[in-house]
Each structure stands twice: as structure tokens, then as C-alpha cells.
């Protein structure tokens, strides 16, 4: 199998079963495939009481995230939630924005096994966040684009800042969602509007109602910082096995379907990402051109 852990479409049979080995990383945080790369990535990491803070730190591109970076984030996430000190992990961006997805200036001219690479750190990252012992939880601000709605997502809460954008443009540029946000969409909102956000490629405010049910809070920044600072006072204050345990009771009812989920996606971004039509697309967004992106009336 190879380092990345993704299998050709040719065993989707085993396409898949290295996420099943993801769990032994929390007896040793990082683990030897992690120390085998090489690109640090750009991740940065706080600790602010009980809470550590790690935010994608690259504003020049909207913190747009390639390989390392997700790999970063992967290995960062593992060593929060090893160290008996933290409550609650929390994922954020830098400079006023979350994050906008892979970076398609690099990812519209990648050959096929590196853009296999990409989606391999996208479901290791999911399936990592699936197995924490410690819950997650994402500020959202600015932007939130693509595979950077989808790592929002696929964490335990979610805080928006009322003006924040949320989308999924990767349909308008022959792409396919990822990180197991197939089943996090249609779980957090309903298969009508998570059809509708992800179908028509639509990017909406956190506030508007098509979003309903994505969020534990929507309210100013001020407001998302107090709500996620007395979670992680009330988490700290609880029984860590206890809230490990009732996190994997929340999660078990879906895990199968986010298992199918990840498995899905890899098969259809890999017949889809590298297309002619999608390298096209991609880099005409990433150039400034909307490529069939539609907005909300809240968002224009």
C-alpha cells in the first residue's frame, strides 16, 4: 500500500482500509508516516487554557491548504488530543478567514499521483477528527470554501461569525466534495439544502437560513470567542473519559454512512479531479473568474 495510504480505484474493495489503522495514532501522537514527510505545512498552534488552538496560517491565498498542510493539521490534532492538559481542540484561520479549500493554482496543474496525495491528507484528516478522544470544534470567519467548509464540518461544534461565507463550489468546477462531507452536509441540514448548497454550487452567509442546523452559535466574533472559551472550561471540568466515551455514542449511528462517505468520494474525485474540463475550471477560479458559482441574496 502506499505512504499516502490511498489505493487505486482498481481495489475499492481496499480503498478505504487504511483509515481503519488511523485509530492506533493516539498511542503514539504523529506516528512514522507522519515523521516521514517533509513540508511542515502552514499549521500554527495556541494553547489558551484548556483549549489548544491550531489555526491554517497562509492569508496571502485565503489560507488555502495543499498536502502539507493537511498533514500538519492531521498531526497537530493528534498531539492535542494526546496531551492530558487539553479539553477541546479548535480549528481556525488566520487574518479574518477559515479557510478556502485546496489551493487551485497548485492543485489545477498537479499530475494524477499527486492530486491523489491531496485527497488521501483530506480523509486521513476526517478520519482522525472521527476517532479524537477530545471533541473539535471550528470558528468559522470570513471564508469557509470548499474543502475548507468541509474540515469545518467535520467537527463536534461550529461557530460562525454572522457574516461569514460558507460554500461548496466544487460541482460549477467539475470537482467533487471530499472529507466525508457527503454525509456531514445531508446530517447537519437535510438532503434538500445540502443538495441545494452543493448541487447548484451555492455560497451563502452563516446567517441565512439555508444553513440552519450547521451551527451551535451565529452571532458576532466577540460572541463565538465566549462561546467556545466556556466549552472548553465546561469540557475541562468533565470526566475525560466520560466525554470520550458519550462523543463515540453521538458518532456511532452515522460512522458506517461517513465510512461510505469517505470511500464514495475518493472514487469519484479520482475519476473527476485531473479531467481536462476540471484543471479548466479550476484555474479560471483561481484567477478570479466565478466559474457557475452562485450566491444567496445575504451574500452579494
Not at 493539521?73 to 479549500?101: H, K, Q, T, Y
Not at 454572522?162 to 466544487?170: F, L, N, Y
Not at 476540471?278 to 450566491?295: E, I
Request: aromatic residues 6%; contains cysteine; glycine residues 8%.
Amino acid at each position: 500500500m502506499p505512504a499516502s495510504g490511498v489505493v487505486e480505484r482498481e481495489l475499492p474493495d481496499r480503498s478505504w482500509a487504511y483509515a481503519l489503522e488511523l485509530p492506533s495514532a493516539w498511542r503514539c501522537a504523529g506516528g512514522s508516516s507522519s515523521q516521514a514527510r517533509g513540508a511542515r505545512g502552514m499549521i500554527e498552534t495556541e494553547s489558551r487554557g484548556p483549549a489548544r488552538w491550531i489555526f491554517i496560517a497562509n492569508p496571502k491565498v485565503v489560507n488555502a491548504v495543499g498536502t502539507a498542510d493537511l498533514e500538519r493539521l492531521r498531526e497537530e490534532i493528534v498531539s492535542a488530543a494526546a496531551d492530558d492538559a487539553i479539553a477541546l481542540i479548535v480549528l481556525a484561520g488566520r487574518a479574518g478567514n477559515f479557510c478556502s479549500g485546496d489551493n487551485l493554482k497548485e492543485s489545477a496543474v498537479m499530475d494524477r499521483a499527486a492530486f491523489r496525495s491531496l485527497i488521501a491528507a483530506f480523509q486521513e484528516l476526517a478520519w482522525a477528527a472521527e476517532n479524537s478522544p477530545k471533541p473539535l470544534a471550528a470558528f468559522v470567519e470570513g471564508y469557509a470554501l470548499g474543502g475548507g467548509a468541509e474540515i469545518a464540518l467535520m467537527c463536534d461544534f461550529v461557530v460562525a461569525e454572522r457574516t461569514a461565507t460558507i460554500g461548496c463550489p466544487e460541482v460549477a468546477l467539475s470537482g467533487m466534495i471530499s472529507n466525508g462531507s457527503s454525509a456531514f452536509l445531508g446530517q447537519a441540514l437535510g438532503l434538500a439544502r445540502a443538495s441545494q448548497l452543493v448541487l447548484l454550487s451555492e455560497r451563502r452567509r452563516a446567517d441565512d437560513p439555508l444553513l440552519a442546523g450547521a451551527f451551535n452559535l451565529v452571532g458576532s466574533r466577540e460572541e463565538c470567542l465566549k462561546w467556545l472559551n466556556g466549552a472548553a472550561d465546561r469540557l475541562a471540568s468533565s470526566p475525560p473519559a466520560a466525554v470520550h466515551r458519550a462523543r463515540q455514542a453521538l458518532r456511532a449511528p452515522g460512522r458506517q454512512g461517513r465510512l461510505a462517505a469517505l470511500t464514495e468520494e475518493l472514487m469519484q474525485a479520482m475519476d473527476l479531479y485531473g479531467s481536462p474540463a476540471y484543471k479548466q475550471a479550476a484555474s479560471a477560479f483561481a484567477h478570479g473568474a466565478r466559474t457557475g458559482v452562485t450566491t444567496s441574496d445575504s451574500d452579494r
